[in-house]
């Protein structure tokens, strides 16, 4: 796992720094330099990537140090190789040519195995492993999952130097938006907006009953919405928010579940979404801002849920709202607020008032918010905490965007894989047969699969295997692509809360010294909009219509808050069984109504 601490001494730092800088530089330069060939672009995004997996990295074994700057310096070697032949690869369409270019191609395949086993652990790559197995041996397995078989050269030349496998279109969307984003959202937490979310949260809600859990839900919501990473989200608000909780006497489970419930609502809220809204861009052909006006009522109707969760739960425990004196003035939260407000305004400018392109506009807040690391909320400059928040900014861009290189990359060999050997086509003729080509055991059948995979691997490589092999039986059963693809990502996240991988849960637990199991249950009561939303959105698909008719969309927002409302109440209100399960039942009818009265 790459870290963002700088080594101590001088040297290693201005090594460190010098790496952020490029990497940085690069992506950033790509945007104003014009059309840069895939085949180029692609390969620098791994090379530049490398050091942050194999050298900077928490490693301590001599074995692992060792191994890192092996197969960092030959994965570099590879890397440059192919941007400085493309020109000449590109010809040879996908085909390798003798035994160097194999041994290329040999080469990128267990650099980019191994950078995602560095950086997430085992379950990604051995996907990918498995992948690459049936690629290789898969003519040998009989009856209709067997395959005819693919020449050596064709196979890894397709995966390693043609515009498909790790170079491919979801890599393309690595170099060219995601990363933009995650330098943005790296510039803003440099500065002060960071502690302006958490002004804005308690100032808007600190006063009311469980006034720390919901200023844990907004601050969540807000920091979410440009880190995309239910762990990262966990470990930055939830240093503020468990230790100002359990001191107003939330209980420990209480307080652990609704900081991992809230900032698992990052990865499901625009404009960032956990690099999901941009790979389903790509996956859908469907213009980002789109997506973005699609996924907003939902991810709202999420947190929603939660706070009517908070409520009920204020009410059983008799929970009050933050002191006065532990809230932040309103002249420190308008300050504060400026620091994420106008890189914001100028990124939704520039996007929606002057037509630019997401990455383009992403350009241009991060100037503005590169601008704002200049002062602080005293309005004092310092060039020595501008500097440090300049390198804070730098460092971290370059650890998560290695980070996202990495799983994207890894699971760009299992889409190059079902598509090379048709194994795609396969799962989704599989799925329709077992369903009986019936919408709802098919979306059942997608659910569970989204669940398995996304307890070992990250929410955006989960979605994207599970919607290559499950969107086209849910498109040909009649969803929207968008609906499909909505669906499959909502469901990916679930692994979030649900025992027994619940990253988020696990993280919040251990801050707060809870059993985790505990933290669970409370967490899948408090998050039960994470199960019930993504088939609210088929039931009722006028939910993520709100740029084509908002009307609708927004009277599908009320109905189905209105049945989330009672079904969170429900579960979680002290009251009689009769009361809670009239509350669950009638909520249940207004989420599913279009359903259930055609």
Known sequence: MPTSTAPARPIHRFILLACAATLVAFHLGLIFSGLVPNLVS??????????????????????SRVTGYVIAALGLAASLWVALNHSVLIDQYGFLEGDFQI?????????????????????????????????????????????????????LGTLTIAEGGIWGSLTGVSVSVVAIFVIFGAVLNA??????????AATAAGRLNGGAAKVSVVSSALFGSISGSASANVASTGAITLPAMTRLGYPKRLAAAVEAVASSGGQIMPPLMGAGAF??????????????????LPALLYFIAVWVGINAYASRLDLKGMDEADRPDLKATLITTAFFLVPFSVLLWGMFAVGYTPQYAACLAILAGFLLLFTDAKFGFSM??????????????????????????????????????????????????????????????????????????????AYVICVSVAGPALTQLGLEPLQAHL???????????????????????????????????????????????????IANPDLIGLSDAPVAALLAFAQIGLGLGCISYGLIAAGSTVKKAALIGGGLVLVFIRLAFG
């Open 42 to 63: 692609r390969p620098l995004h791994l090379a530049l990537a490398l050091p942050w997996i194999f050298l900077f990295s928490a490693s301590t074994g001599l074995i």
């Open 487 to 537: 669906f499959v990502f909502w469901f990916a996240l679930l692994s979030t809360i649900t025992p027994p991988v619940c990253g988020a849960v696990f993280i919040a637990a251990g801050m707060i010294n809870e059993n985790w199991l505990k933290v669970a249950v409370t967490a899948m009561a408090l998050g039960i909009g994470l199960y019930i939303i993504p088939l609210g959105m």
């Open 279 to 296: 790979v389903m861009v790509e996956l859908t052909g469907i213009p980002y801002t789109s997506i973005m006006a699609a996924a907003v």
């Open 191 to 200: 500065g002060e907006a960071g502690q302006g979310f958490m002004n804005v």
């Open 103 to 155: 041994a290329v191609a040999a080469i990128l395949l267990v650099t980019v195995l191994e950078a995602a086993r560095r950086a997430i652990n085992w379950p990604l790559p051995l996907v990918a492993i498995l992948a690459l197995a049936y690629g290789l041996f898969g003519q040998h397995i009989p009856g209709e999952f067997g395959h005819s078989g693919t020449p050596i050269e064709s196979f």
């Open 384 to 461: 020595k905490k501008t500097s440090l928040r300049m390198e804070a900014a730098l460092v971290t861009a370059a650890c998560q965007v290695a980070m996202i290189a990495s799983i994207i990359l890894c699971a760009s060999i299992i889409i190059g894989v079902l598509s090379i050997t048709g194994l795609g086509v396969k799962i989704t003729s599989l799925i329709l047969s077992v369903s009986g080509g019936y919408l709802w055991p098919s979306l059942f059948l997608t659910a569970l699969a989204c669940l398995v995979l996304g307890m070992e691997v990250p929410t955006t490589a």
